[in-house]
Nanobody
């Protein structure tokens, strides 16, 4: 199975930037769409963005469009979430996930999940 290990979380000041990384194992990494989700305290997990395995097509939640950028490096088996202009509302546990399909924003489509990493944005 695919193993996902996330890194790069931490504390950042509002307006700042942070890059999350998700390292994936497996020989078929390039066949998976990769997604990012987040869950704030007391709230449901929500979609952040995703990137396809084939042409690097991306999809983002309206709340992060223009601020977050997803990219992937299949040679390194790694997907990234570059977060800029961070807001306190972005504070959450962020999850990396892999889906065996082109692109999806739905949690039930994802087959593998990382452990989650904390991102805290201070004001």
């Amino acid at each position: 199975q695919v193993q996902l290990v996330e890194s790069g979380g931490g504390l950042v000041q509002a307006g700042g930037s942070l890059r999350l990384s998700c390292a994936a194992s497996g020989r078929t990494f390039s066949r998976y769409a990769m997604g990012w989700f987040r869950q704030a305290p007391g709230k449901e997990r929500e979609f952040v963005g995703a990137i396809s395995w084939s042409d690097a097509s991306t999809d983002y939640a309206d709340s992060v469009k223009g601020r977050f950028t997803i990219s992937r490096d299949n040679a390194k088996n790694t997907v990234y979430l570059q977060m800029s202009s961070l807001k306190p509302e972005d504070t959450a546990v962020y999850y990396c996930a892999a889906a065996f399909r082109m692109l999806t924003k739905y949690q039930y489509d994802y087959d593998y999940w990382g452990q989650g990493i904390q991102v805290t944005v201070s004001s």
